[in-house]
């Protein structure tokens, strides 16, 4: 089992501890009838009846039950993740299968499109999984925002080697967003793919830019080599960045 899964088991069961205690000590409570009276000094612990023990243990079982079903059923998921994962030609079935019969949530789409390989690009495309990237949530009272992480778009930098042109169209196909973090997953695919498609993104980067939170240029790792050589990676992440500072 993935390390984070058992930190998350073990946060569930804190909480559940936590619970169980606050649950024991309200029930003791209120099973006494009688308020005990006021004294200067301490008094021995509560003991503990058989009536309590007994109490105890249903409580201890029912958490135990909990916790249970909540493992089986959240390491189930990301097994049956791995299943879909290993068809070597995912079709249109596969894609409506992954939005059917899974949760749609960060954590499913996170671990799916961290290792779903190049054949998935089309059918995820026509089930319609590049077309809602998350809005920025905006706390006015507190004066802050949250950039949601999008899955979708770093499955594109990854993938793009070797398939620049489709990826590319799905890039243009994704409706346009405040969110930073997505704009600058777009940035980092123009700055990977070879400068004929990373200048078909231009005016959607450039767009992007003018927005409430603008973007975060990247800096590629491994950017594609452009055919020109005097605008080679450094020259075009230069302009990338020039295009930002502008308009920021």
Not at 6 to 19: P, R, S, Y
Not at 50 to 74: Q, S
Not at 172 to 198: F, K, M
Request: proline letters at 9%; aromatic letters at 8%.
């Amino acid at each position: 089992m993935p390390g984070w899964q058992i930190t998350l088991i073990a946060v569930c069961a804190a909480l559940a501890a936590a619970a169980l205690a606050v649950l024991l000590d309200r029930a003791w409570t209120a099973r006494k009838t009688v308020p005990a009276p006021p004294e200067p000094t301490l008094t021995p612990g509560r003991g503990a009846d058989g009536a309590f023990a007994e109490f105890t243990n249903a409580i201890e079982e029912l958490v135990e039950r909990v916790l249970r079903r909540f493992e089986d059923r959240y390491v189930g998921v990301f097994g049956r993740l791995d299943e879909l994962l290993r068809v070597t030609q995912p079709g249109a079935a596969h894609a409506r299968r992954l939005r059917n019969n899974f949760p749609q949530n960060l954590a499913t789409l996170s671990y799916f499109f961290a290792r779903a390989g190049h054949g998935w690009l089309v059918p995820l495309r026509e089930e319609g999984f590049f077309g809602s990237p998350p809005e920025p949530v905006i706390h006015e009272d507190e004066g802050t925002a949250e950039l949601p992480f999008w899955p979708q778009t770093h499955f594109l930098v990854r993938v793009a080697p070797g398939q620049e042109a489709e990826v590319v169209a799905t890039a243009l196909g994704i409706p346009a967003t405040g969110n930073s973090r997505v704009n600058s997953d777009l940035i980092e695919l123009a700055l990977r793919v070879p400068a004929d498609h990373s200048a078909r993104l231009l005016p959607r980067v450039i767009a992007s830019v003018g927005g409430r939170f603008a973007v975060l240029v990247p800096v590629s790792s491994s950017p594609a080599r452009s055919p020109d050589r005097r605008a080679g990676p450094r020259s075009r992440r230069t302009a990338w960045a020039r295009q930002n500072s502008a308009r920021s």
